[in-house]
C-alpha cells in the first residue's frame, strides 16, 4: 500500500533496507568465523572505496577549490608525477582516470565480499581478481614507483587484510567442504 509522500516517516525505509540487505546477503547467515571475516574485509574495502572516491571527487572539483581556497589541487599532482618521472599534465589525466576506473574494479571485489558471505567457493576470484586488476592497472597506468611512493602504510596494510584473510578463509572453506564429504 503506497503512502503519501507526506505521511512517510523514516522507520518507513527499514523494510527496504531489510529488503536490499536480503538480495545482496542472502537470507541466511554464515558461521562466526565467516561473519567475521566478512566484517573485517568489508571495512578494508569500504576503507580504500571511500579514499578513492574521495580522490577522485577532489580531482574533479579541483578549479572548485581553488578558487574558494586559492589552493591549486592540480599542480601539487603535477608536480607529483613529475617527481615520479611522469609528464606532469598526463599524470594528472593518468591518476584522474585511474581512481574512476577503479571504482568500477572496487564494485567487483564487493561482488565477491558478497560471495563470501553467502560462502560461495568463487568469491575468491572475485576479490583477488579484483585486486590483482587493480594492482595491474596501477602498475601500468602509475608504475609501481606510484606503490612505493604515494599509497600510505595503512592502505598498503589494508590491501593485505583483503589478500591475507580471503586466502585463510577460503583455505579453511575448502577445508570445511572437504571434510563434510
Do not use: C
Not at 523514516?10 to 558461521?31: C, M, S, T, W, Y
Not at 571475516?37 to 580531482?59: E, K, P, Q
Not at 599509497?151 to 585463510?168: C, E, G, M, N, R
Request: net charge positive; no cysteine.
Amino acid at each position: 500500500m503506497k503512502k503519501p509522500l507526506t505521511e512517510l516517516k523514516p522507520e518507513d525505509a527499514i523494510p527496504l533496507f531489510v529488503r536490499l540487505k536480503n538480495i545482496i546477503l542472502g537470507k541466511q547467515k554464515p558461521d562466526g568465523f565467516t561473519q567475521i571475516t566478512f566484517s573485517i574485509s568489508l571495512l578494508s574495502w569500504l576503507l580504500l572505496v571511500v579514499w578513492n572516491a574521495v580522490s577522485y571527487f577532489v580531482l574533479l572539483t579541483s578549479d572548485i577549490i581553488k578558487e574558494n581556497k586559492g589552493f591549486s589541487v592540480d599542480e601539487v599532482i603535477i608536480k607529483n608525477g613529475q617527481n615520479l618521472g611522469f609528464n606532469g599534465e598526463e599524470f594528472l589525466i593518468s591518476i584522474t582516470t585511474f581512481y574512476f576506473n577503479n571504482l568500477f574494479i572496487w564494485l567487483f571485489v564487493f561482488f565477491g565480499l558478497a560471495l563470501m558471505y553467502r560462502k560461495k567457493r568463487i568469491y575468491t576470484f572475485f576479490i583477488l581478481g579484483g585486486l590483482a586488476a587493480h594492482f595491474t592497472y596501477m602498475f601500468i597506468v602509475l608504475g609501481f614507483q606510484y606503490f612505493v611512493e604515494d599509497i600510505s602504510f595503512f592502505d598498503k596494510i589494508l590491501y593485505a587484510v583483503l589478500i591475507v584473510i580471503t586466502i585463510i578463509h577460503s583455505f579453511l572453506m575448502k577445508k570445511e567442504v572437504d571434510s563434510k564429504l
